[in-house]
T-cell receptor, first 111, second 114 residues
Framework: QQQVKQSPQSLIVQKGGISIINCAYE??????FPWYQQFPGKGPALLIA?????SEKKEGRFTISFNKSAKQFSLHIMDSQPGDSATYFC??????????FGTGTSLTVIP | DVKVTQSSRYLVKRTGEKVFLECVQD?????MFWYRQDPGLGLRLIYF???????EKGDIPEGYSVSREKKERFSLILESASTNQTSMYLC?????????????FGPGTRLTVL
């Protein structure tokens, strides 16, 4: 059973548009919510992360919105660029440093 | 520059073979992890280790074992490879004791079992 549910599975966005990827979870013990970015042939790399006591975190064009009561969080990529084309994974950390990952979203940004 | 390396990028084995996947990190991290990545399933944790000679089962340990004899090296072993173990295998490491700890991933090993 998937601990973190991610949608959509794939996303196509025009250059300059906004990309939005959503994740939901059930386990209220999760205490840290990172997003990872993976380019073809590479391992995932940390993109941005948020704590559950914060509702939003922004780093450049990337923003995480976090809704604790709804147990949902999302990644927004503003002014999407072709170089952002990658697979994105949301994740949540349980006690003991174990992470649960979403199923991934393949983002394609069309020039 | 932090680095996690995996012994092979691509590996082809036959059913029933014993397979070793090696992972080495140069960051002096205590935590190390093995995941498998499959389309539509994301990353699933196979085993992890908090210290030398320590190991913990993840979500899908069946058919796998691990070895950690040195801090920098974490090996994944498929005792008798099966076709359903064809997958991308990712190793990761992290530093414990930090509240918000980043996992550093290797480039992955794509294993095909024929």
């Amino acid at each position: 059973q998937q601990q973190v549910k991610q949608s959509p599975q794939s996303l196509i966005v025009q250059k300059g548009g906004i990309s939005i990827i959503n994740c939901a979870y059930e386990n209220t013990a999760f205490d840290y919510f990172p997003w990872y970015q993976q380019f073809p042939g590479k391992g995932p790399a940390l993109l941005i992360a948020i704590r559950p006591d914060v509702s939003e975190k922004k780093e450049g064009r990337f923003t995480i919105s976090f809704n604790k009561s709804a147990k949902q969080f999302s990644l927004h990529i503003m002014d999407s660029q072709p170089g952002d084309s990658a697979t994105y994974f949301c994740a949540a950390r349980a006690t003991g440093n174990q992470f649960y990952f979403g199923t991934g979203t393949s983002l394609t940004v069309i020039p | 520059d932090v680095k996690v390396t995996q012994s092979s990028r691509y590996l082809v084995k036959r059913t029933g073979e014993k397979v070793f996947l090696e992972c080495v990190q140069d960051m002096d991290h205590e935590n190390m992890f093995w995941y498998r990545q499959d389309p539509g399933l994301g990353l699933r944790l196979i085993y992890f280790s908090y210290d030398v000679k320590m190991k913990e089962k993840g979500d899908i340990p069946e058919g796998y074992s691990v070895s950690r004899e040195k801090k920098e090296r974490f090996s994944l072993i498929l005792e008798s490879a099966s076709t359903n173990q064809t997958s991308m295998y990712l190793c990761a490491s992290s530093r414990p004791g930090q509240v918000y700890n980043e996992q550093f991933f290797g480039p992955g090993t794509r294993l095909t079992v024929l």
